[in-house]
């Protein structure tokens, strides 16, 4: 069974405080995804990896660094945690061979920033 | 513009009702087509892929209109199950890969 794992579902910070967020996949993706879901707004991503070290700026990177060093584990950074990065973060990985085939997601993790 | 819109519902329907969903994209360049379902306070699945010849599963049919720009998801015989969210996905790969998420559309089937 595919998996995809998420270090917290539930995380609550300090405005300025430094937050990593881990996610791990077991099925040898290449592809990893961040993204953050708002009500309204849908997922919205943030970064992605297509490669280890590699990584590429998705539509809202700002406030938000990522780190790819094994293929299999994709941390987000919030270098410094604002309220208006309260919000659920998904992490979601999927092969690279094909670029219409099906992104698994991990259970997410609520962040609250105080 | 959204690049992909959808109405956000709720639909409340009843037991054994068929109900419908449209989502509509503003890429005609756009290639491949998804709907996904999302449970409260879980993570997006894949229910299906949507083809332009049109495809169905089980209770579920999902079909493409390209001239119009928009993809629609209909459930027939709703069961309580059904209740969740229901996120359409588009595909597109011009000047780069991108994969864009619709907002949602909740359903909620009652007895």
């Known amino acids: 069974d595919v998996k995809v794992t998420q270090s917290s579902r539930y995380l609550v910070k300090r405005t300025g405080e430094k937050v990593f967020l881990e996610c791990v996949q077991d099925m040898d993706h290449e592809n990893m995804f961040w993204y953050r879901q708002d009500p309204g707004l849908g997922l919205r991503l943030i970064y992605f990896s297509y490669d280890v070290k590699m990584k590429e700026k998705g539509d809202i990177p700002e406030g938000y660094s990522v780190s790819r060093e094994k293929k299999e584990r994709f941390s987000l950074i919030l270098e410094s945690a604002s309220t208006n990065q309260t919000s659920m973060y998904l992490c979601?990985?999927?092969?690279?061979?094909?670029?219409?085939?099906?992104?698994?997601f991990g259970p997410g993790t609520r962040l609250t920033v105080l | 513009r959204k690049e992909v819109e959808q109405d956000p519902g709720p639909f409340n329907v009843p037991e054994g009702a068929t109900v419908a969903f449209n989502c509509t994209y503003s890429n005609s360049a756009s290639q491949s087509f998804f709907w996904y379902r999302q449970d409260c306070r879980k993570e997006p699945k894949l229910l299906m892929s949507?083809?332009?010849s049109g495809n169905e599963d089980g209770r579920f049919t999902a079909q493409l209109n390209r001239a119009s720009q928009y993809i629609s998801l209909l459930i027939r015989d709703s069961k309580l199950s059904d209740s969740a969210t229901y996120l359409c996905v588009v595909n597109t790969n011009t000047g780069g890969f991108k994969t864009i998420f619709g907002a949602g559309t909740r359903l909620f089937v009652k007895a």
């Open positions: 979601a990985s999927n092969r690279r061979d094909r670029g219409d085939n099906e992104q698994f």
């Open positions: 949507v083809y332009s």
